[in-house]
């Protein structure tokens, strides 16, 4: 590996993993329980701005008694929606992956009571019911807006109808020819429009992780690039600091690699990356990741080994190479070798000191006469005298 490689590799490495980072902050769980605070908050503002009319006559007029039990069902029902979300209950419900669905049904059930228990105000309460598929904005399919809206107005159906049975005077033409009739055209066209912004969102998710995967593969080899490399290793590297586990770090370079595209090609050298990193792939476990770094360039790293463990792992590595015939061009078996360094994570070392000391083995290798592997010991923390550890210091 050339120095301005390995520098580059080392300084993108800060750059990377911060930008790893920020791409975990989109946590689905805390987007749940966002909507669900939010859900929450609308249903509790009818009750604090109507407080200072409780107990008056008024166009509605409403007594402590009813606010009260009211307040009670309300917070008793978006109780239980966070009863099922916090345990982590809404992974059972497969038909509700976002959890919208079953807390818009639990509102609809609310507004029913809204409407019996103020029928006066029921064409305000049913101007709530937008507001409520509004949470679902992007994420409500046509078929699930139809579901709801068709809950919706059977509810309210119903509750005119116990309201009618009571003696509550219902204009049932009315009802239907300037109530539901426009409530249920209006809620079709909102979710035709939610369901073109659910698809808009689903090509944008799909081009964005097509973004991220290009972002973070190699095009030749489809291996993960650089990038990805510092990325995983900057977030490794962290984890075995905090739980003292170690890792190892391997280079593998292609000897005469340059002479190889002069003599056959660029197509046969582009070959030749594509082979080897199959090669690569074969011999890794899963929790292992190889990496193409630039040129005839991999980085393997290795979680939980140390450089012992991994030496055997990339000497079979070497040997499958040596004994591989490539498919394309006039290469003979044993013309394609490798060099690899490899050495292992130690102390608080900072990925780049491994990625160094790894190019320095892989150096060796090469000025050693190449085909072969060198494995390097990893770097201790220099002791610190009994005197001078405040573990050990005598008070």
């Known amino acids: 590996m050339t120095g301005d490689r390995l520098m580059m590799a080392i300084e993108t490495g800060a750059d990377t993993a911060a930008w790893g980072a920020a791409r975990a902050t989109r946590d689905p769980r805390s987007i749940k329980r966002r909507g669900v605070l939010l859900g929450t908050a609308g249903f509790m503002i009818p009750f604090i701005t109507g407080l200072p009319f409780v107990g008056r006559a008024g166009v509605v007029p409403v007594t402590w008694g009813e606010w009260l039990?009211?307040?009670?069902?309300?917070?008793?029902?978006w109780g239980l929606m966070w009863c099922l979300l916090l345990p982590g209950f809404d992974k059972l419900m497969?038909?509700?992956?976002?959890f919208l669905i079953v807390p818009s049904a639990a509102s609809a059930i609310l507004l029913w009571l809204f409407v019996y228990m103020y029928p006066e105000s029921r064409l305000v309460v049913l101007q709530g019911w937008f507001v409520v598929l509004l949470f679902g904005a992007s994420l409500f399919?046509?078929?699930e807006v139809v579901a709801l809206n068709t809950f919706m107005v059977a509810g309210y159906l119903v509750t005119l109808g116990v309201l009618y049975a009571g003696g509550h005077p219902v204009s049932w033409p009315f009802e239907a020819g300037v109530v539901i009739f426009p409530f249920v055209l209006f809620t079709f066209f909102c979710g035709t429009v939610l369901e073109r912004l659910r698809r808009e969102r689903v090509e944008m998710k799909a081009l964005r992780n097509q973004?991220?995967?290009?972002?973070?593969?190699d095009r030749l080899t489809?291996?993960?690039?650089?990038?990805?490399?510092d990325d995983y290793s900057a977030h490794h590297s962290a984890l075995c600091l905090r739980s003292g586990a170690t890792y190892a770090v391997?280079?593998?370079?292609?000897d005469h690699f340059k002479e190889i595209n002069d003599s056959q090609g660029h197509v046969v050298g582009d070959r030749v990356l594509v082979e080897l990193a199959q090669i690569v792939r074969r011999h890794l476990r899963q929790s292992d990741l190889a990496a193409r770094l630039g040129g005839d360039e991999f980085a393997v790293l290795f979680a939980g080994t140390n450089a012992s463990e991994a030496g055997v792992v990339l000497n079979r590595i070497l040997l499958a190479v040596s004994s591989h015939c490539f498919s394309d061009g006039g290469l003979a078996r044993g013309q394609v070798t490798v060099s690899v360094g490899?050495?292992?994570?130690?102390g608080e070392e900072t990925p780049g000191d491994v990625l160094r000391r790894a190019d320095a083995e892989l150096y060796t290798a090469k000025d050693s006469g190449r085909n072969r592997l060198v494995v390097g010991a990893a770097r201790s923390l220099p002791e610190v005298p009994a005197s001078e550890d405040p573990a050990l210091r005598q008070g």
């Open 342 to 346: 490899v050495t292992a994570s130690g």
């Open 222 to 229: 489809d291996l993960p690039n650089r990038r990805h490399f």
């Open 94 to 98: 497969s038909f509700d992956p976002n």
């Open 211 to 217: 973004l991220s995967h290009l972002a973070l593969t």
């Open 69 to 77: 039990f009211t307040l009670s069902v309300v917070l008793g029902t």
């Open 250 to 254: 391997g280079l593998i370079d292609v």
């Open 141 to 143: 399919s046509l078929k």
